[in-house]
């Protein structure tokens, strides 16, 4: 079946340090990736998006591209703030599966000062 | 414009009893899903609608029915109420019918089930 796998959390890093959240996926076709994420006490918002292979997704300094060949979309950030401190969810969908999303079990990243 | 809006917030049933949540979408989306998400894990798709009719429909059992109204509004209905049930209810437009994965999310139904 369809499914995401993302790193476990949480993950705490200091200001300024790199990111890098791991996603892998399975999928039956072609499917379109996406990154979520979710501020304390908001809901889930799209931070970025690809949908072929060796696409790049970028959004507010976070990075991620669409390998097939490693069935990978990996989210990267050059240097973290305290208020990227969220949960990052990894996604997929078929176009034929209209709109569903499948999500892997969320990252919780926390940033200190 | 307002986002997705969800009513209510929080609510607590106990088991066996029923639920209705209710959901707004943003003005022009013509497409609602409603997904749980437990906690600690990601959200699991329930139902997703596009014009009145149902699109697909996640691994659930018939406990869980939804409907979307002329005004592209939607309820989602859970009977027979179990502790299992306890979760964050999203529902989430789109301009959508398929295929674009790009979601609007409101801010959720926090359900707790005693």
């Known amino acids: 079946g369809n499914s995401v796998t993302q790193m476990e959390g949480p993950v705490t890093l200091s200001e300024e340090a790199f990111l890098t959240i791991n996603c892998t996926y399975t999928?039956?076709?072609?499917?379109?990736l996406f990154w979520y994420v979710q501020y304390p006490g908001e809901g889930l918002q799209l931070l970025l998006k690809?949908?072929?292979?060796?696409d790049k997704g970028s959004n507010k300094g976070f990075e991620a591209t669409y390998r097939k060949e490693t069935t990978s979309f990996h989210l990267e950030k050059g240097s973290v703030q305290v208020s990227d401190s969220a949960v990052y969810f990894c996604a997929l969908t078929l176009y034929n599966q209209g709109g569903k999303l499948i999500f892997g079990q969320g990252t919780e990243l926390s940033v200190k000062p | 414009d307002a986002g997705v809006t969800q009513s209510p917030t929080h609510l607590i049933k106990t088991r066996g009893q029923q639920v209705t949540l209710r959901c707004s979408p943003i003005?022009?989306?013509?497409?609602v899903s409603w997904y749980q998400q437990v906690l600690g894990q990601g959200p699991q798709f329930i139902f997703q609608?596009?014009?009145?009719?149902?699109?697909g429909r996640g691994n659930f059992p018939d406990r869980f029915s939804a409907r979307q109204f002329p005004n592209y509004s939607s309820e989602l209905n859970v009977n027979a109420l179990l502790l299992g049930d306890s979760a964050l209810y999203l529902c989430?437009?789109?301009?959508?019918?398929?295929?674009?994965?790009?979601?609007?999310f409101g801010e959720g139904s926090r359900l707790t089930v005693l």
């Open positions: 989430a437009s789109s301009p959508w019918d398929r295929g674009r994965g790009e979601l609007f």
């Open positions: 690809a949908t072929k292979a060796d």
């Open positions: 609608y596009y014009e009145k009719e149902e699109r």
């Open positions: 003005s022009g989306h013509k497409s």
């Open positions: 999928a039956t076709g072609y499917p379109s």
